[in-house]
């Protein structure tokens, strides 16, 4: 199957990662169909029709992925999860395509994606990233030690493309979308579906728009409303989907840690805690601060070292280590290896100049905390 695997080392997740039943059920009726018998892949992915039918029921992201898998194999359709996601109308997303919808703004609405994404899927983090020229929805997997199916990558990424497409009166269409995918044989065709140029073995899985298009108006904006789905998510955040505080605190780090890594105290008054209401939250998630931290380091550092526009030399002040003998040695412990040796191991060239994208100056702009 078509699996991509996840650095090792990172720290699971306390809670098992979930996400809404509904394409499992889409999944599930698309075999039937086609006349493919759906009940032994929902069997062998671990599911029932009977959960995936509950409009309230989340299930296991690891199981959603698998199903997928299976799905492809039994359709014979390798390009299975990558078709269905540019197929979907937003409305399909449920109470995250509404909000999307309501949203004054094409920019807002990627906000208000990043923002209350887990509504939908706790399967990969989302964040919203620019520079002067570029907006990225960026993702990474939310359970870094799992393995992530293919099919759900491209369902996920080519749905998120068609939401976009969906927003505006304008059709708004990617600069570009970029996997961490190896290259496949008929890249022409992922072009031909996300009606844009595709890049892939890049650093992270991002859409990338120009920053330009933030400001148009989305065709069906209520503001009315999506003051009531917001109220809605946060909610559902707050009671059914545990809200994340690992995640709020990654997101946080993600913007300061070039200046250094912030005391707890700072992070705490940055998510209007208390030190100790923060470290609560984070042992009942299975981490500590420092955990989250090093975890979070680890992760920009593999993702940066693989990218050649990023210069070795700029890697530890990027992640906020004051020194960079301080960042090798970090880096030996979580790989075994330097960087310069990592990064010729690991094919840091991400291809020539014709087959990468343009090269990004972002700067992470985290989800509002909830």
């Known amino acids: 199957m078509g699996f991509l695997g996840v650095e090792n080392g990172a720290k699971p997740m306390a809670a098992e990662p979930t996400v809404d039943a509904r394409w499992a059920c889409l999944v ?5 169909a086609k006349q493919i018998e759906p009940e ?5 992915a671990g599911l029932s029709r009977r959960q995936v039918s509950d409009p309230d029921r989340r299930i296991p992201f690891r199981k959603h992925a698998l199903l997928f898998e299976l799905a492809a194999e039994a359709c014979k359709e390798p390009y299975f999860g990558l078709r269905l996601g540019a197929q979907l109308d937003v409305r399909e997303a449920g109470l995250l395509g509404y909000v999307a919808l309501s949203s004054p703004t094409f920019g807002q609405a990627l906000k208000n994606v990043v923002r209350y994404h887990r509504v939908l899927t706790e399967g990969f ?8 020229h570029h907006a990225v929805l960026a993702a990474i997997p939310a359970d870094r030690s799992a393995m992530v199916g293919r099919q759900a990558v491209e369902f996920g990424t080519s749905a998120l493309v068609r939401m976009c497409r969906d ?3 304008q059709k708004l269409r990617p600069l570009w979308v970029q996997f961490v995918l190896p290259l496949p044989r008929a890249k022409a065709r992922y072009a031909a579906v996300l009606k844009a140029p595709v890049y892939f073995e890049q ?9 330009e298009v933030l400001a148009v108006p989305v065709k069906r904006a209520d ?9 809605h998510c946060c909610e559902i955040l707050g009671q059914g989907v545990e809200s994340d505080t690992v995640f709020d605190v990654r997101q946080v780090l993600t913007r300061l840690l070039s200046g250094g890594v912030p005391r707890i105290e700072q992070m705490a008054a940055e998510l209007n805690t208390s030190v100790r209401t923060l470290e609560r939250r984070l042992k009942e998630r299975g981490w500590t601060y420092k955990q989250v931290v090093d975890d979070l380091r680890r992760q920009l550092a593999l993702r940066y070292v693989k990218d050649p526009r990023v210069r070795l030399s ?7 280590f004051s020194e960079n003998a301080a960042f090798v040695h970090a880096f030996r412990r979580w790989t075994g290896s330097t960087p310069m040796r990592y990064r010729a191991a690991h094919g ?19 989800a509002p905390t909830l």
């Open 203 to 211: 650093p992270q899985i991002a859409v990338v728009f120009s920053k």
């Open 167 to 169: 927003l505006t009166a």
């Open 125 to 132: 983090q989302l964040s919203f990233e620019f520079d002067q």
């Open 223 to 231: 503001h009315r409303l999506l003051r009531i789905l917001e109220t």
């Open 348 to 366: 840091g060239d991400h291809g020539s100049a014709a087959t990468r994208p343009p090269a990004l100056a972002l700067r992470h702009r985290p």
């Open 28 to 32: 599930a009726d698309l075999l039937e």
């Open 40 to 44: 032994g892949l929902l069997r062998q």
């Open 314 to 320: 700029q890697l530890g002040f990027l992640l906020g």
